[in-house]
């Protein structure tokens, strides 16, 4: 398991931290997650043999929402 902290543009509001958190869920491979609106930050874990930090990054910024870096 795989624990990464992924730092967003800032969000706007927290339907926008919602948005994010749900679709994460879905991906195969991630098995939790935090999105904080205040900090504007997503804390992921996951498995390594079934998605990677990238095609996380890509889910992210396929929504809309920029990634700064990572962590």
């Not at 398991?1 to 927290?14: A, Y």
């Not at 994460?24 to 992921?44: P, Q, T």
């Amino acid at each position: 398991m795989i624990n990464r902290t992924f730092q967003l543009e800032t969000l706007t509001c927290p339907n926008c931290a919602a948005k994010i958190e749900t679709v994460l869920k879905k991906m195969k491979g991630v098995k939790d997650v935090e999105v904080l609106f205040s900090s504007s930050r997503a804390k992921v874990s996951f498995e390594e043999d079934t998605t990677n930090q990238d095609e996380i990054k890509k889910t992210i910024e396929s929504l809309g929402y920029d990634v700064l870096g990572v962590k």
